[in-house]
């Protein structure tokens, strides 16, 4: 077996060698000094700043640092390094990340930072501003594609990621000896809007031959439950029809061909969450000849047949372009020039409409 043992006192010597080199050129360093005074002050003596420290790398190895005050360099065999103390800053420029919940989103921050050791600023990193940006802009976007866009909009949300951001970021600086005192995010601005997971996980499903099945068999109960709670919350509130008939459209259309319309309000329902009913707020009701009136309601959250008390925006569709219209096979603005469809109250509301489709379009 082949085994190493270091030789210890070997090294020693070589280190106490090294240190009598060291001395004996720092003795040579002042000789000279002192020959050519006093013209040799010009090149020797330095002024340090209140703001500034000054490390000196004697023959490569730090010394302790200097200032503010005067500072003794040694010519040829002294380096000095001048770093400033006061609190900086730099911009991480924008980034475009994309979000768990595959969102995307253009956001930047603000860094302000202090260097607290100045030996460890000059010797623990090469270079220390373009390693302090890189490391920023990294942890950054691995910080913002761990959350969602809800979690990023918010006052309160960004203050406490930034404030994570801030004690993640310090650990690593530290190591260089600079002190991150503040960082502050700047406004998020979404470029593309989040998807709904759910429907993104249901997709597949919905579009197998076992999905058409479930959807059969759920479509029916779960337009009853919505029927069965907007009818609570009618009576409740004192207002509203009194049964479940008033507010039901039972008439459809006998063809065989024709929509599946629980299938439909199923998906609808589906597809309504609290950012959409925060995002549009307002009650429409559709009119369509041979499949009956149906009100999706985006104050409350629901879809349900019948006709609504009150509502913001009419829509009556030709039967023939409600199903392009659902799969964004027809645009909306198309179908309303051409008569297809026909829209009472605002059109801009009308269009809004537009946030639903997408969601639910891949489940159709």
Known sequence: ??????????NEEEIESQGIVEKIIVIFSFIIIGITLPLSLLFTLRFVPNNEKMVILRLGRAQK?????????????????????????FNVPPLNIITIDRGLVEI?????????????????????NSSMRTLASSMLYRYISKKRICELTG??????????????????TAQFGVEITQIELSDVKVVKEAENMGLA??????????GQQIWNVIGPTLNEMSMENLKRESENAGAGPSTVGDLVDVHSCPDEDDVDIDRL????????????VMA????????????????????????????????????????????PLLKQELSPLKAYSSGQLNITGNIQDAFSLRLLTDRIVHLL
């Open 1 to 10: 077996l082949f085994t190493y043992t270091p030789k210890f006192e070997e």
């Open 65 to 89: 640092t200097r200032g503010p005050g005067t500072a003794f360099v040694l010519p040829c065999i002294d380096s000095a390094h001048r770093i400033d103390t006061r609190v900086t800053a």
């Open 108 to 128: 930047g921050a603000t860094i302000y930072l202090r260097v607290r050791d100045a030996v460890a600023a000059v010797c623990q990193v090469q270079d220390r």
């Open 155 to 172: 006052g309160h949300d960004r203050r406490i990621l930034a404030g994570l951001f801030k004690e993640d970021l310090g650990v690593f």
């Open 201 to 210: 996980s249901l997709s597949a499903v919905a579009k197998s031959e076992v």
């Open 265 to 276: 309000i199923t998906i609808v329902n589906m597809g309504i969450d609290q950012s959409l």
């Open 280 to 323: 549009i707020g307002k009650i429409y009701q559709f009119e369509c000849e041979g499949i009956g009136q149906i009100v999706i309601d985006l104050r409350k959250g629901t879809c349900y047949k019948g006709t609504a008390l009150t509502s913001d925006v009419v829509l009556r569709i030709d039967r023939r372009a409600l199903v």
